[in-house]
């Protein structure tokens, strides 16, 4: 059975074959393996050495440069080698099989090199999420995103309130220990109302952020809305520079949301394509406009889209949405309103403008940075959550409330907030934040 105590051993560097593949191994029996695999034995610490590699028969498994660097102060804290071999997969086994044949040896589970650097305090959680993060980011944003989130300026945000809930604590309970002295809870509870107060505004203000942080993180949304036969998936198919939703001349085409990633402005866009908006009989088509109305609303931008050779008006639109006349290659009628993008989805006309506006609309909702920025759900939920008793606890303390109830709701908060560090032991969501990395990491 996989333990803690085990050493762990993977493939580091991405899919094989590549010139250079890195094996990571970290636990106990490191210096044994370094010892017996590494031509000249274990290294000093943290020198690259050029060497052969053996394994266990003295066969030569491949020649290459080899690391150890002792715990603690390693990535995961423990003892850890890599060895930098020539990546092609005969290589990569030999190898892994020679260090899994050392006993309590075996392949590490994805993400449990982090979670060791974490269990051993070189991570806390929200930290190793930003390592997760910036493995897997694509763009500028989400990348500076996670280093800073990898460097610790998110946590310490998020600690700086905790901090602030434990100082409050700590005064509530002090003038429940000594009732007797008439001055301690009157003299706690001021101090104790400001604080309060100062926590519930900042975390009101944080998550009072449009979701940037989860956006840009995730994607941002938009999704193109309007009556059936408007154009909307020949839009989404210019957008995307590729068929991706059907098009024909039967009103009711689309049915399902039909979404495409795209880059847009920098950022991560999921782009949605919806079923035409009408009173459909068809139960099928009647979910696909229920969708759509979903989509719609749940989206950032939306771009409303009718056709020039009909006379449908368009709809109150949102601050950031975008009107649309499409098929102006076929009208008749004399110029469109204010604000009105005039495109053709068959000729390209107009489509460049779109682009643009829809650039210009992406940046300026990823520009909005708030400080911290939330990234996760998992995030926004503990902060909501520990707003929640902050303000209750506030409210509870001005109602002249004991202090025995006001602190039962900020132990709650501040336990929220342990929970989102990882200070607590949450099994069930250190198995989450950990499951979803990569192996090797
Ligand atoms: N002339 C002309 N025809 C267009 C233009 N854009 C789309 N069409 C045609 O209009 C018809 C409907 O296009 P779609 O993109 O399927 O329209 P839709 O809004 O997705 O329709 P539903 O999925 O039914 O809601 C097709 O026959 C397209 O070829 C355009 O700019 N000019
Ligand atoms: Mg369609």
Avoid at 298 to 326: G, P, Y
Avoid at 329 to 335: A, E, K, N, R
């Amino acid at each position: 059975m996989a333990s803690a105590h085990d050493t762990i051993c993977a493939l580091a560097s991405g899919p094989r074959p590549s010139a250079i593949a890195i094996v990571r191994v970290s636990g106990p029996a490191v210096r044994d393996i370094c010892d017996a695999m590494f031509e000249a034995g274990l290294p000093a610490p943290r020198r690259m050495v050029f060497g052969r590699f053996f394994d266990n028969s003295r066969d030569i498994i491949d020649e290459g440069l080899g690391v150890f660097m002792p715990g603690p102060n390693s990535y995961t804290g423990e003892d850890t080698a890599e060895l930098y071999l020539h990546g092609g997969g005969a290589v990569i086994e030999h190898a892994l099989d020679t260090i899994c044949s050392f006993s309590n040896t075996r392949l590490a589970e994805p993400g449990e090199f982090t979670r060791r650097a974490f269990e051993n305090g070189r991570l806390d959680l929200v930290e190793a999420e930003g390592v997760a993060d910036l493995i897997d980011a694509e763009t500028r944003a989400q990348k500076s995103l996670a280093l800073d989130q990898l460097g610790g300026s998110l946590s310490e945000v998020y600690e700086g309130w905790r901090t602030g809930l434990l100082e409050s604590m700590a005064l509530l309970e002090a003038s429940i220990d000594f009732p007797d002295e008439e001055d301690a809870p009157d003299e706690a509870a001021s101090p104790v109302s400001r604080t309060l107060s100062r926590l519930a505004s900042e975390l009101e203000a944080a998550l009072n952020d449009d979701e940037v942080g989860e956006r840009i993180r995730d994607g941002f949304r938009i999704a193109i809305i309007g009556p059936p036969n408007a154009g909307k998936s020949s839009i989404l198919n210019r957008l995307a520079r590729k068929d991706a939703a059907i098009v024909s001349d039967i009103p009711g085409t689309t049915r399902d949301v039909v979404e495409v990633r795209l880059k847009i402005g920098g950022q991560i866009v999921w782009v949605a394509d919806t079923a035409g908006l009408r009173e459909a009989d068809d139960a099928i088509e009647a979910e696909g406009v229920r969708r759509a109305l979903e989509r719609a609303k749940s989206a950032d931008i939306r771009i409303h889209v009718r056709s020039a050779d009909t006379s449908e008006a368009f709809d109150v639109a949102a601050e950031n949405d975008i009107l649309v006349l499409n098929k102006l290659d076929q009208q008749t009628v004399g110029p469109g309103r204010d604000g009105v993008l005039r495109i053709s989805a068959t000729t390209g006309a107009g489509l460049s403008a779109l682009e643009d506006a829809l650039r210009d609309r992406i940046m300026q909702l990823a520009g909005k940075n708030g400080s911290p920025l939330i990234t996760r759900r998992r995030h926004r939920e503990a902060l909501s959550q520990a707003m929640f008793h902050v303000k209750q606890a506030d409210a509870n303390l001005r109602a002249g409330f004991g202090a025995e109830l006001v602190s039962e709701d900020v132990r709650m908060a501040s336990q929220g907030l342990s929970g989102l560090l990882g200070r607590i032991d949450v099994e069930d969501i250190l198995g989450e934040v950990f499951s979803t990395f990569c192996i090797g990491k």
